[in-house]
């Protein structure tokens, strides 16, 4: 099934992330992703429809992107409500790095409790919906977000520290 949802669609799915990202590597890397989604629900797959298939295909790649889109969008936004403001007469720096004013990032993360810290890195590093990280851990999604909240407000507080 892998070989045939291959030949048939990795041209055009390509081409089709080609017209999202207008960036032939940042295409490729998509629909890749798009392929280990796939191959993630192989059930579901083997009970569709040629058409079918290369609906939930282009459908799923199309949700990557955005979802890479809002995650790029939100951290810019992070970015700058926490980032310093630049130095007078020099460029301004996008890092992470930077945005922490030479706070080294394993110190301000030493300092959440690893349940913490890891559920964290799976939501804003990781790209894991609230929903997904509720089926991981067993807990009902409010309380992920809840969660989630504390640990931002937790963060926000160790950086004003530093």
């Avoid at 020099?90 to 690893?114: I, N, Q, R, Y």
């Avoid at 804003?124 to 089926?135: F, I, M, S, V």
């Avoid at 309380?143 to 004003?160: A, F, G, Y």
Wanted: hydrophobic share 40%; aromatic share 10%.
């Amino acid at each position: 099934m892998w070989e045939t949802l291959y030949d048939d669609f990795w041209d055009k799915l390509v081409r089709f992330c080609a017209k999202l990202t207008r960036d032939e590597a940042a295409a490729e890397d998509l629909a890749q992703e798009t392929f280990l989604r796939a191959m993630s629900r192989a059930g579901l797959l083997a009970g569709l429809s040629r058409p079918q298939q290369k609906a939930w295909l282009f459908e799923t790649a199309h949700n990557l992107f955005c979802d890479a889109a809002r995650r790029s969008a939100r951290e810019r936004e992070l970015l700058e409500k926490y980032a310093p403001p630049p130095d007078d007469g020099e460029p301004a720096d996008d890092t992470a790095s930077a945005a922490l004013g030479g706070v080294e990032l394993a110190t301000v993360f030493d300092k959440l409790p690893l349940r913490d810290a890891s559920l964290f890195f799976m939501r804003y590093d990781e790209g894991y919906t609230a929903a997904e990280l509720a089926r991981l851990t067993g807990e009902p999604a409010a309380t992920i977000r809840t969660r989630l909240h504390r640990i931002r407000k937790q963060l926000q507080q160790t950086l004003k520290e530093e």
